[in-house]
């Protein structure tokens, strides 16, 4: 570490045991004023990392009423001195405000190659980049993995935002699970509502498959009890026929009996009489030879 730093860190540690001694209910903003006004006294000296420091202060508004300008402009002083991290600072809030163009992609790749090197400052802004999505695609993973490196080779603030990421990615992790879980659930819903619906079509399918059928089948029948009706007037009507000719022989039979009946009456009537009238001995052998033929139907 350098060495102005411990003197810092020192000087520092000092002021806050006195004050704690002198009050020991200081608020912590009356820290962070005193804190600004030891860190200014040396940035206005020329030392770059107070000047640095004032230039976050500047920016986070701690101990001062935060201004961006003036915290710009503090860090353009320490980056003048050579201080990396201000360099990286003014690179970083300068694709920010403005996007990527030629003059700092080229020093975005400086940084790649510089955190790539080793280098803590330039991976901890690499990864502050990464997290916040500055000049790269944004990726916590990636984020993680720089500010883990930054954090081991002595860089405090990389460990603090490192944690937040870690915490960060476990609350998107837990997320991500649960609308899993969710989308799962839902896709098993939609998939046991589509298979309920398909049975009910199914089922309604067969209900009029079966009413169908039962209506051919009803046709069916119909159609044979039709059939069989007329099938079965044919037959009476031809058994009717049938009747009406036999009733109609019997008629005539029974005419033609009564005819020859009342012939054959007649016959004798005539041979009686013929017989009055003649021989006694005579015989006709033939009715329709004798007198009596005229009147026999069957002599016609």
């Known amino acids: 570490m350098r060495p102005y730093v411990v003197s810092l860190f020192l000087s520092l540690f000092l002021v806050s ?6 009050s020991p209910f200081i608020l912590l903003s009356d820290v962070s004023a005193g804190l600004f006004r030891f860190q200014i006294k040396l940035a206005e000296q020329g030392n ?18 935060k201004n961006i300008n003036s915290a710009q402009s503090w860090y353009e002083k320490s980056a003048t001195q050579g201080h990396k991290k201000a ?3 003014l690179l970083y809030l300068d694709i920010q405000k403005k996007g990527i163009n030629e003059a700092s992609r080229n020093k975005l790749n400086l940084l790649r190659q510089e955190a790539a090197s080793g280098s803590a400052e330039a991976q901890y802004f690499l990864g502050k980049m990464y997290a916040t999505g500055t000049g790269v695609p944004k990726s916590l993973d990636n984020a993680l993995t720089w500010l883990n490196k930054a954090t081991f080779n002595g860089i405090p603030e990389a460990e603090h935002e490192a944690i937040a990421i870690e915490e960060e990615l476990i609350r ?37 498959e079966d009413k169908n059928r039962r209506e ?53 009537n005539d041979v009686s009489t013929t017989n009055s009238e003649s021989d006694p001995k005579t015989f006709e052998a033939d009715p329709c030879k ?10 016609r």
């Open 172 to 208: 998107q992790r837990d997320i991500e699970a649960r609308k899993k879980e969710a989308a799962m659930k839902a896709a098993m819903k939609k998939e046991q509502a589509e298979k309920k619906k398909q049975e009910e079509n199914l089922a309604k399918q067969k209900q009029l």
């Open 17 to 22: 045991v006195q004050n704690l001694q002198a």
């Open 48 to 65: 770059s990392e107070a000047q640095y420091k004032v230039g976050e202060m500047y920016e986070l508004g701690k101990g001062v009423a």
């Open 216 to 268: 051919e089948e009803a046709e069916r029948i119909k159609k044979l009890k039709s059939a069989e009706a007329r099938r079965l007037q044919r037959e009476r009507e031809r058994l009717n026929k049938e009747k009406a000719v036999i009733a109609a022989e019997k008629a005539r039979l029974e005419k033609l009996k009564q005819e020859r009946a009342q012939a054959a009456k007649s016959a004798e």
């Open 87 to 89: 360099e990286y600072k």
């Open 290 to 299: 004798g007198k009596s033929a005229r009147f026999l139907s069957t002599c």
